[in-house]
C-alpha cells in the first residue's frame, strides 16, 4: 500500500470517527469548549475567509495572463476571455471575501466599543457596512496588488507551464463552485441553530443527521471550514518540478484547515459535526473533480513531458 493511499485512508478514518463522536456528543463538546473572547477564533473568524476566494481569484490570474501572454485565438477573443477573468476575480474578491470580512472587522469594533465579547458577530444577518466610497477603495487596492503580484509571478512560467496551470486554473474553479454552492444550499435545507444562538438552552438543539427545513439558522455545514477546505487546492499551482514545495504547501494548507476547523467551535459558531462536514464535503468534491480531470495535488513534472512528446 503506498503512502499516498495509506494517508488517504487515515484521514477518512479521523473524519469518520470525529463524525461518530460529534453526532451523539456534539452539545457536550460545544458546551466545554465555547469561548466567544477567543482571541485565535476572532482573528478567524474575521480574517480567515480568503482560501476559497484566492484560489478562484489566482484561477483568474493565470487565465489572464494566458490568454494576452501566450493564447494564439484571435485578438477579440482574447481581450473578452481577459476582461470575463478580471472581472471573474474582482467580484470573487468583494463576494467571496471583502464583504464579510469589512462586516465581521466592523462587527469587532462594535464589540469592543459595547464591551461585548469579540466574536460575537452574526453575519447570517448582519447590516454594518462601509460607505459605498471605503467598500470600492479597499477592494480596487487590493485588487491592483494581487493583479500586479500575481503577473509578476506568472511572467517568469514558460508556455508549458502555463498550459500546465490554465488546466488547473480551470478544475480549480470549477471544484470551488461546486463546493460553495453544495454548501450554502445544504445550510439552507438543514436549518440548524448555531451554539452561541442557542445560548446554552438545549430546547432547540438538534442532531445533525436530522434537516430542519430552511428556518434562517445557518450552522450546518460550516461556510468557514468550506472556504479553508479550498486552501487544499493551492499545491496544484506549485511548479510540478518542485516536489518538495508541493508537500510544504501541503502541510501548511492542513494545518490551516485544522486550525480553522477548532476555532469554529471555540468561538460557538458551529458544533464538531458542522465544522468538520464543512471540510470532508468539500474535500469529497474535490476528490471527485480532480479524479475525474486526472489532476493532483501533488505530483511529478510529467504534465508538460506526456503533452508535448
Known sequence: ?????????????IIVLIMLIGTFYDWQISQALINQN????????????????????????VVVNYELRISN??????????????????WELWRGYLKTTLYYSLALKDNLDKHAPIAQANSDGGNLHLSWLGNFSIWIIIYLVIIGLSQIWLSQKSSYQMDYLLKVAIVATLAC???DNVNSAMKTYWGRWRPYELAGNSQHFTMWLFPNGADNHLSFPSGHTTAA???????MFVDRSNIKLQKITFWISLAYCIIMWYTRIRVGAHFTTDATSGLWITWLIFFIVLSVTNMHLISKDSYSINLYK
Open 229 to 235: 477546505a479550498a486552501i487544499m487546492l493551492l499545491p
Open 1 to 13: 500500500m503506498t503512502a499516498q493511499r495509506k494517508g488517504i485512508i487515515g484521514g477518512i478514518s
Open 177 to 179: 463552485f461546486l463546493a
Open 38 to 61: 477567543s482571541l485565535i477564533g476572532t482573528i478567524f473568524q474575521d480574517f480567515g475567509l480568503w482560501p476559497l476566494a484566492l484560489v478562484i481569484i489566482l484561477s483568474s490570474m
Open 73 to 90: 485565438q484571435s485578438t477579440l477573443i482574447r481581450l473578452i476571455a481577459a476582461l470575463g477573468a478580471l472581472t471573474l476575480g474582482g
